[in-house]
């Protein structure tokens, strides 16, 4: 099967990688030691950290008194990007401990059904860690708080290179800025946990964060990155290979363009196969064998946003959004698939607006293309305002599942089922088969 050969290809990863900060995606290099002796911050630290460095009240009462407060950082705020210090990307290193092993008392939070770690706890993580990082490069030894708000733009690809996260073994994150541009930094994760006193890969992440004015209401520059050593240089290029790669899948979506050719020829035979062969109309369709109609396949949900899942901005923590839209994706998944699914990978989650406190969530995953035992999930995040009765799109995610048995042919009928069908197929594509990312050598063709 090809999700058990990309598992065991990528588990074989070498253990160098338990003290890397920065990688090309899956680890194609063994990037330099940048450590330098730095102690690991515990994950509870995190978010103490991040509002010491914004300087906002921990009470939901006073956020409105600390916000305001933030308006007259505006001075502080460089005019350019060439009156900021250059850093490296040592400067930006952090390691973060999750110590499920030595402090059994964190596991039920982070512990699922199955005895294993939940994933949509490790996205939380992941979406702090990036903010923080970020403040890291950016920070400015002369002044107390911040004047920036860094927010999650973008989480371009998670990679699981483990089947199971176990609950009861220390894990470990990596995390350094391994591209910067004006406004914008590219940050990349890994995450390891311990077994038999050797730290192994679970998974890479890249994520994409945008600095903005203390308001966050307009961009901000961000201190420029200088590369030391081909290592980190290839490391840079690779990032701008990124931006250029994400701005080519933009401009190529279907919401802009037609499909292909190959794609048409892929709708057309679907449509062909579902064409009733004892009538002759365009109207009369048959499901074929083993296959499930796409309007049969999804499931929706409903968040009320309150208080408690504020991020440091008194908006909706992405992190929170990111965990409530993978678990629906599961469930949409495992009620497809009719067994357990294990994530493998996560694609292009666009943060496109963000959620405010009070907002109502809807939530509404589908299925949206199979081949054999994967499953691809779309889950379509938008926001209700009661008081205009309007509907805003807030976000859209992309999960990749494996199924333990091989699952059901999902079936397009309409027009924009079918556009549907495309665009997770080329996700799929994108994720799984390394045509996102050539330089994967971990990709199966």
């Not at 992405?318 to 009620?335: D, H, I, N, Q, V």
């Not at 698939?337 to 996560?346: D, E, K, L, T, W």
């Amino acid at each position: 099967m090809l999700a058990w050969m990309r598992w065991c290809t990528l588990s074989k990863s070498p253990p160098a990688l338990a003290r890397a900060l920065t990688s090309m995606t899956s680890g194609s290099h063994s990037p330099p030691d940048m450590s330098e002796g730095q102690l690991p911050i515990h994950v509870n630290n995190v978010r103490n950290k991040l509002r010491a460095i914004v300087g906002v009240s921990t009470n939901w009462s006073d956020h409105l008194q600390a916000m305001n407060e933030r308006k007259a950082l505006h001075t502080l705020l460089a005019k350019s990007q060439a009156d900021l210090p250059p850093r490296r990307m040592k400067d930006s290193y952090i390691e973060v401990i999750l110590p499920l092993g030595s402090q059994p008392e964190l596991r039920e939070k982070y512990l699922n059904v199955h005895n294993s770690v939940r994933f949509g706890r490790i996205l939380e993580d992941l979406d702090s860690l990036g903010v923080l990082i970020c403040y890291t490069h950016t920070k400015n030894e002369a002044v107390q708080r911040s004047p920036l708000s860094i927010v999650t733009a973008l989480v371009d690809k998670i990679d699981l290179c483990k089947k199971v996260i176990y609950p009861d073994s220390d894990i470990k994150f990596t995390v350094n800025v391994s591209w910067v541009g004006k406004t914008s930094m590219e940050v990349k994760m890994h995450m390891l946990q311990l077994h038999d006193g050797v730290y192994s890969r679970v998974l890479d992440a890249t994520f994409v964060m945008v600095a903005r004015d203390p308001e966050n209401k307009r961009p901000a520059f961000v201190n420029p990155i200088i590369p030391e050593g081909p290592e980190e240089e290839q490391i840079f290029k690779h990032g701008q290979l990124n931006k250029m790669r994400r701005v080519d899948f933009s401009t190529a979506s279907l919401l802009k363009m037609a499909p292909t050719a190959e794609e048409r020829t892929i709708i057309h035979d679907i449509f062909l196969n579902t064409l009733d062969t004892r009538t002759v109309s365009f109207r009369s369709r048959v499901l074929p064998p083993s296959s499930v109609w796409m309007e049969d396949a999804k499931l929706k949900g409903l968040e009320i946003c309150h208080p408690q899942e504020r991020n440091i901005f008194n908006r909706i923590f992405g992190g929170f959004l990111m965990r409530k839209a993978y678990e629906l994706g599961w469930a949409t998944a495992c009620s497809y698939g009719g067994s357990r699914p294990y994530v493998v990978a996560v694609d292009d989650i666009m943060f496109q607006r963000p959620v405010e406190i009070g907002s109502l969530l809807l939530l509404s995953a589908q299925v949206c293309y199979t081949e054999k035992y994967y499953i691809q999930v779309r889950v379509h995040s938008e926001v209700y305002d009661s008081n205009t009765r309007e509907h805003n799109t807030t976000n859209v995610f992309h999960f990749s599942f494996m199924s333990e048995s091989e699952v059901p042919q999902i079936v397009p009928k309409t027009y924009g089922e079918s556009m549907l069908y495309l665009d997770g197929k080329r996700h799929f594509d994108a994720t799984l088969k390394g045509t996102k990312d050539a330089q994967n050598p971990n990709a199966i063709p």
